[in-house]
């Protein structure tokens, strides 16, 4: 890592002294940005200065970018909608600050797993908050209208103050329709993929028919279901069956046709049957085409059961308090739902995804690759 590499810093360096120009000349009545244009100054400076020890350089650019963009969302609080120029580009300076922080940090070859581990959670971790700094401090530093976009803050405060509500709506919605709808669909979907793959007219007339279906619109089949199971869970459970059952058919008819020839010959020399055939090895071929459809439905269950409630639900649910509050232009409250469902369906994916590499270990996408340039 040579100092040329680090472009960013010197980018970084440029828009904060181009700021102080402009916070010197036309700050007249908006938030003084002094603190925060010295700040991420210095810290540019130091990063240049530890170029080529990435451990200090990330430490550096990171507690600069992040002190720096504390400033300035503290600088603009009581200045909504007055933000200037210098602004803007000391914002932009902090955030390539954070730039050079992750570049930096994806480049490192930690020593140990646990380190390997801890890097793989801290880079996600520094974009994700990104993405809720840049969202903050240009709401409040344009003054967007509350009703068009709230500011990451004010959502945060009405889940704070809404727990109770927002935790019968996840209990209506994930822990009773999602999960129950979730498991029928994929369990019968990969029951019928075995009867398919063991009678051939059954696979040559259900794929068509399950491509087809696969088709079907969800805003189509809501109305039906909650016609046929009422307005409760049940009818959302089966919305999830149906959007969840032929993704999970066709992942695993395809996957049961991974294995090669060759294994498939060297089973038959040792007089192995149908059923011994299937599961010692065609079933551990399929592995990844399973866990693949397992991680499809993943989302799909839960946009599937969200959706189903706006067609009809009793006073409780994810979707149901989504539809009510945007008639009530409690536009935090329909984001803080929205939240909720995001970290749901990203903790229900990632589960997924680490029972994956622990049953298809042997795959040859979780060998160890070597060091990119």
């Not at 980018?11 to 120009?21: D, K, N, R």
């Not at 009545?29 to 200090?56: E, K, M, S, T």
């Not at 060297?266 to 192995?272: E, N, P, Q, V, W």
């Amino acid at each position: 890592m040579t100092r040329r590499a680090a472009w960013q810093v010197a980018l970084s360096l440029a828009l904060v002294l181009a700021g102080a120009g402009f916070e010197a000349v036309h700050a007249a009545g908006g938030p003084r940005l002094w603190p925060a244009l010295g700040l991420l100054f210095a810290a540019g400076l130091a990063a240049l200065a530890l170029a080529g020890r990435p451990w200090l350089e990330a430490v550096a650019t990171f507690a600069g970018a992040h002190a720096g963009a504390w400033l300035l969302l503290g600088a603009v609080v009581g200045h909504e909608g007055q933000a200037s120029t210098a602004f803007y580009l000391a914002l932009a300076a902090a955030w390539l600050l954070a730039w050079r922080c992750v570049t930096v940090l994806s480049a490192v070859n930690p020593p140990s797993r646990r380190g390997a581990v801890a890097l793989n959670l801290v880079v996600p971790v520094i974009f994700g908050a990104w993405i809720l700094i840049l969202w903050e401090a240009i709401v409040r530093g344009a003054g967007i209208p509350f009703l068009l976009l709230p500011a990451p803050s004010a959502i945060g405060a009405r889940i704070a103050t809404s727990l109770p509500i927002l935790a019968a709506d996840v209990n209506q919605t994930i822990f009773r329709a999602v999960v129950a709808g979730y498991l029928i669909g994929c369990g019968a979907g990969f029951a019928l993929a075995v009867a398919a793959d063991r009678y051939r007219f059954l696979r040559r007339g259900l794929l068509p028919i399950g491509n087809v279906a696969a088709a079907l619109p969800i805003i189509g089949v809501a109305p039906i279901m909650v016609m046929w199971f009422g307005f409760d869970w049940p009818s959302k459970a089966a919305v999830v069956v149906v959007m969840t059952f032929f993704p999970m058919l066709v992942n695993t008819v395809a996957g049961l046709q991974a294995a090669g020839h060759m294994e498939r010959d060297l089973m038959r020399t040792y007089a192995s049957g149908y059923w011994e055939t299937l599961f010692k090895l065609r079933l551990p071929a399929a592995m990844p085409f399973i866990f693949n459809a397992l991680k499809i439905n993943s989302t799909l269950a839960l946009i599937g059961a969200i959706v189903a409630e706006f067609f009809g639900t009793p006073v409780v649910g994810m979707g149901f308090r989504i539809s009510t509050e945007v008639g009530r232009m409690n536009i935090d409250m329909v984001w803080a739902e929205i939240a909720v469902a995001a970290v749901a369906g990203s903790v229900f994916y990632g589960g997924i995804a680490l029972i994956e590499r622990a049953v298809t270990f042997w795959h040859p996408s979780y060998r160890k690759k070597g060091t990119e340039p």
